[in-house]
């Protein structure tokens, strides 16, 4: 079955060029045709002749506007076609039998009728077209012949037609036009392949670049590509997360511009100047330092030359913390297997101590100095079994039997023992901003060490004077989990950034007192329930630490 012509845009400039280009050709053959009679006395054109020619271009002009408006109906499309091409052969066929019949040169004009006919509506358009054609030549030639309408083109010479020449020249034309239509038709349906087989390439190129610009855009690494002299061509969505930047910010700049730490892997000449691989350091987002693994390749095109370099790299942050934490891990077990042996070769002699001097307290005759020196030692074993058992508390694994537990009530708990503590004074103030019910998964003694060691290391940062504020609230972070939050902050004198890596390490302390066991003990505990901690301090103005417990 015939499938209906397609309405498409393309289709519609076609037909709006072939209603101007009809007007221009007829009137430039009817002009040449007055200006061959005006200038060769041997054709005799007559008035009525010049009439006709006058309506023809008249009634071409205005036909030309009728198709426009049609141009506007859509539903009309394929009628303004057939409508067209049928006006057009009557047009003709009326210039041959003005011009001359049999002698008329306007039988040429047949042809493009014929092959407007094949482009628009196919080869089956094209023969019916073409017969059509046929059909109103012969009829003129005929009518003519047989005196049925008068011969209106007057050469001025005696020539009488013939039969034979009357048929010869019809059966040369039917020839003709069936031969150009099976040859338009031919090459109109050629390229109708080609731009389909063209759109097709197209589309699957588009569907290619599209997967590729798909995957570069999925991947969780960082992709970006230069050209030889270093100027940011492509940046895909990682490599914006990565490193905080938009893609508008740093394309067609040139990367010593954007990333000057990544420039010393570049030259002019397009060769690398470090080795392919490695790590680099960086400021991320908010300036916080990022340590990216990176690879560079040559970039090349098909003729395998090279056009450019692509930079693949790598967010290796997580994995260095991850590596710090197993070191650290690692080192902790070292002391807890210390801290057994340790502890049992301790608690053994204060036991004995502790029994000796309760034995001579209870003699009646001691004078002061001696009551004064057993006390002194009754504070030195106190102070070393504290250490023991911060020491223990260290080591020990975080147990696994855990309950949902209320952080408020076990934070009023806490606060009233730090004010009972000896480092309280009237002159501190404890601000608490606690929001919501705030629970979170795990053990409550645990929880207490937890906000006992940070109040007490920030009351002990302080010179007896300040304020603390204790800050606890439920947030979600950016994984989507829900972790209860505890801040605690003070004025006192700060720690240096220097130390603020070591601050959670195992008898770091930068105090005169105390064993710079308690934020090694939170640290441990926070990391066995899977938790986060932070610190932000400034020296002369106070320290943040802030710890994130998940609630479920």
């Given amino acids: 079955m015939r499938q209906p012509m397609e309405y498409d845009e393309r289709t519609w400039r076609r037909l709006k060029l072939l209603i101007v ?12 045709t007055l200006f ?30 009728i198709y426009t408006l049609l141009l506007r109906k859509k539903k009309y499309f394929q009628i303004n076609i057939y409508f067209q091409l049928a006006v057009d052969i009557a047009l003709v066929s009326f210039l041959v039998y003005l011009t001359g019949s049999i002698g008329s040169n306007y039988s040429l004009l047949y042809t493009l009728v014929i092959i407007y006919a094949a482009i628009f509506l196919g080869r089956r358009g094209a023969l019916i077209f073409a017969s059509a054609c046929s059909i109103a030549y012969g009829l003129v030639l005929d009518l003519e012949y047989f005196g049925v309408i008068p011969t209106f083109y007057d050469t001025g010479r005696d020539y009488t037609l013939e039969a034979g020449d009357v048929f010869i020249r019809i059966a040369v034309h039917i020839l003709s036009f069936y031969i150009l239509a099976f040859l338009a038709s031919f090459v109109v349906e050629q390229e109708k392949k080609a731009r389909s087989l063209l759109a097709e390439r197209e589309s ?41 930047r938009p893609l508008r910010s740093v394309e067609n700049r040139q ?7 990544f420039a010393p892997l570049f030259s002019a000449g397009g060769e690398p100047l470090m080795k392919s691989k490695g790590e680099i350091r960086i400021n991320g987002r908010e300036g916080t330092p990022m340590y990216l693994g990176y690879a560079l390749s040559p970039l090349k095109d098909r003729k395998n030359e090279q056009i450019g370099h692509i930079l693949i790299f790598q967010d290796m942050t997580e994995i260095r913390r991850m590596e710090e934490n197993l070191e650290k891990s690692r ?33 009646p005759d001691l004078d002061e100095t001696d009551k004064r020196l057993m006390q002194i030692i009754l504070r030195g074993k106190d102070r070393l079994e504290s250490f023991v058992r911060d020491f223990l508390l260290l080591a020990r694994p975080v147990p696994e039997a855990r309950q949902s537990i209320r952080l408020n009530d076990v934070a009023e708990e806490v606060v009233e023992s730090v004010k009972m503590s000896a480092d309280w004074t009237e002159d501190i103030r404890l601000e608490k901003k606690i929001s919501g019910e705030n629970l979170a998964l795990a053990n409550e003694e645990q929880i207490r060490q937890i906000l006992q060691n940070l109040l007490t290391n920030a009351l002990q940062s302080m010179d007896g004077k300040g304020q603390i504020g204790l800050e606890i609230r439920t947030v979600r972070l950016e994984d989507e989990k829900e972790y ?12 240096e950034e220097k130390d603020q890596k070591k601050i959670f390490e195992p008898f770091f302390t930068n105090k005169e007192r105390g064993t ?21 301090s400034a020296v002369h103005e106070g320290t943040t630490i802030t710890v994130w417990l998940p609630c479920r």
């Fill in 36 to 65: 061959l009679g005006a200038i060769k006395p041997i054709i005799f054109i007559s008035r009525d002749v010049l009439h006709a020619i006058y309506a023809v271009i008249v009634a071409m002009f205005i036909l030309s506007v």
């Fill in 21 to 32: 280009s009809r007007v221009v050709i007829i009137s430039a053959f009817l002009l040449v």
């Fill in 255 to 261: 990367i010593e511009d954007v990333f000057p730490v």
């Fill in 484 to 495: 209860a939050e505890i801040k605690v902050t003070d004025d006192g004198c700060g720690i």
């Fill in 204 to 244: 699957a190129f588009d569907q290619l670049d599209l997967l590729f610009r798909s995957i570069i855009e999925s991947v969780d690494t960082g992709i970006m590509t230069t050209t030889l002299q270093g100027r940011i061509k492509t940046f895909n969505r990682s490599a914006e997360k990565i490193t905080g």
């Fill in 516 to 536: 710079g066991l308690g934020l090694a003990i939170v640290n441990r505990i926070v990391d066995g329930y899977r938790g986060r901690i932070a610190i932000q």
């Fill in 331 to 363: 080192r902790l077990a070292l002391i807890g297997e210390m801290a057994a042996g340790l502890a049992h070769e301790m608690r053994n002699p204060l036991a004995s101590i502790t029994g000796s001097i309760q034995l001579m307290a209870q003699t």
